[in-house]
Structures are given as C-alpha cells and as structure tokens.
C-alpha cells in the first residue's frame, strides 16, 4: 500500500458520522451511537468554565467501525485505542483500514473520554482557545511548549490534574460496557462471543495496560494486545510537547501522581481494581512483582514496538513497566531514516525523497502488527 497518498484519499473520504463504502479495499466504515453513564464524582468542576468537564459530548457521541465487506454479523474485532489530546481520527484512519483488510478483522475506532468527537470543536478552534492561550502566556511566561494545539488540555490538567485518571476511569468503564454488549450479542455489527483484542498507541497503552491488569468482568482474559509507541511506566513519560501538553501542565500531572494520588489511593475505595492497577504503573518500584508477573504471563499475547527517537514514551520505560527480560523478548525497538517523533511517527507531509521510506516503514510496522493480531 502507498501509505502516503492512501492517508491524504482517506482524510478527504471520512465524515464523521456519515457511513462510507471504500471501495478500494472493500471495507466499510459504518458508525455506531454511545451513551456514556459515568458519573464523575470525584471532579468538581465550574460548568461556566470552557473546560469544564460538564460536557454534553462526552456522554453522547458516535464512533466509527471499519468492517470487511459482507452481510453476516462478524466474530472478531480489534479495538484501536489512540494517543493523549487527540482531536480527530486522521492519523488513524490509514491504520485502521490496513489492519482490517490485512486480519479480516473489523477495527473499532473508539473515543477515550474528552477526546476526538468527545470534547468540542472550540478547544482545537485557534480563536477559541486565544484567550486562555495569552493567559497562560501572561501568567507562566514564554513557555515554547504552550500551543492552541495543547492549551485545551494544558489548563483542563493544570485546574485539576485528577482529571487524567479520571478521563481515564471513564474511559475504562465505557469500554467495559461497549465489550460487554459485543460479548452478550446486543451490538449490531457482532455476534456473541466475538473475540476482541487491542492495539493502542500511546497514552492507549498505559490505558491498555491498566485495563488488562484490572481486567472488568474477564473482557481481556484472551485478549492479544499490541503497543505501539507505548507501554512505559507513567513517571518515565514525556509528555510536554506542544502536541500534547506544555511544561507547566506536565509538571503538574507528575508532581500530582508522583504525590498526591499515592497518599489517595491509601484512602480512596471506588473502583479500587482499576485504582491499584493505575497506581502499580504510575513508577517502576510499585506493585513491581504483580505487575511484571501479569504481564510475563501474557506470553504471545503480548507485543510491540517502540522508536528509537521517541522522546515521549521511550523504551526504557517500557523496560520499567514489563521488566527487561520480557520487554527485549516481546517489544521491538526500531528506527527509521526519516525526521519522525512520537505524536508523528509516519508524518504525510514530507519531503519527496523521503516518501518511499515513510511508505515503507509504516509497511514494516502494521504488517507485524497485522501478523500478530490475525
């Protein structure tokens, strides 16, 4: 597949919400409705707020499902979990896609909670977000990280860094109750029994890890998971960069989780499965014996890989979270010769000489990922 030009054919095909017919790789994109019935109690937040969490996306949205063509109800699934402050499905569609036709496997698209069509179009809309932009920029001076792509979550963490555990309770519980209507019958797109496994990327991955290691109601018993450009322990992350979130938010969320949380998770009842395992990967000396015996005994049902340049999520956290032994078994550590980073490791745009080498490194890694997750 030309990677390129099948990224640029896709962004100008997909409308959110609008089912679509790819004719070119016989695959369907059909849309499904989501309600969310999380109800956030541990956030008090200001409705009047422009980052509240008080937001009516959140709880009602569509996601999108890319379905080999065919009448019958399908029997497998691989649920696509995406990276942290993403506010569209561009970069995923040409994975999506690739994944389905090369397994056979429909490919779930599925929001993490104030996320791609889960959060308003103001916090990704420049004019919108200024006025907290110059704000920040009065208040924290000329940080470089600080951008309208990241100002949205910058200040939703910064007024209260529980808010990333929280998001991603949510999360968890909504992909709960999604498998457990896809495990029952009651999806219409599946049958009962439909075997789901997972390939995450980025903050995907730690979200992954927490929900295999809580694993609700057994959904991920068998499940294979893939990670891509993730699965580091949490205080091993980088996460200021103007894409993500600037230097003052991140240092908040670390300082808040490397803290605060942990004298909370002594104190704090609700959901304490999904709590322990958040804080067993929060840094490498928690819960160290249970989290690398869980993971060691996925076996081959674990895999992935990670770029050497990856400054956000770098192999030696991923070392920290699985152990060394089973990290250099089970994830592939690879480099490209083209300029990549973390939130781009295939960029679309690029110099012409380069385009076969982007080409032919996303070849490289979904046809792995493919193999594994057939």
Known sequence: MNYINRFHELNDIFKLGVDTKLNQTLIDIRFCSFQSNFHNLNNKSNCDNVFSDEIHENNLFSYPVFVPRQLQKMDNAILLIHGLNERNWNKYLTWAEYLCKKTGKAVILFPLAYHINRSPGMWSNPRSVKNAFDIRQEIYGQDRTLSFANVALSE??????????????????????????IKNGDHPFFKANTKIDVFAYSI?????????????VSLFTDSK?????????????????????????????????????????SIIKDDQKIRSAFFSMIAPEHLKHEREAYFQSMGNR?????????????????????????????IDLLDFEYEYCHENPF????????????NQAFEKVFSYAADFLK
């Open 302 to 330: 674990l895999s992935g890989i990670s770029l050497k340049k990856d400054k956000v999520i770098p192999y030696a956290g991923v070392k920290d979270a699985l152990g060394h032994e089973l990290s250099n078994s089970r």
């Open 225 to 265: 998971l893939f990670m891509l450009c993730g699965g580091s322990i949490f205080s091993a992350m980088v996460g200021k960069t103007r894409l993500i979130m600037d230097k003052v938010a991140f240092e908040k969320l670390l300082a808040y989780y490397s803290e605060e949380f942990l004298i909370q998770n």
């Open 204 to 216: 995907g991955a730690l979200l992954s890890q927490v929900a295999f290691l809580s694993n609700p």
């Open 156 to 181: 939703r963490i910064t007024q209260n860094p529980n808010r990333f555990y929280s998001s991603g309770l949510q999360s968890i519980k909504d992909l709960e109750n999604l498998l457990s209507a």
């Open 347 to 358: 960029p679309a745009s690029i110099p012409a000489h380069q385009k076969e080498a982007v």
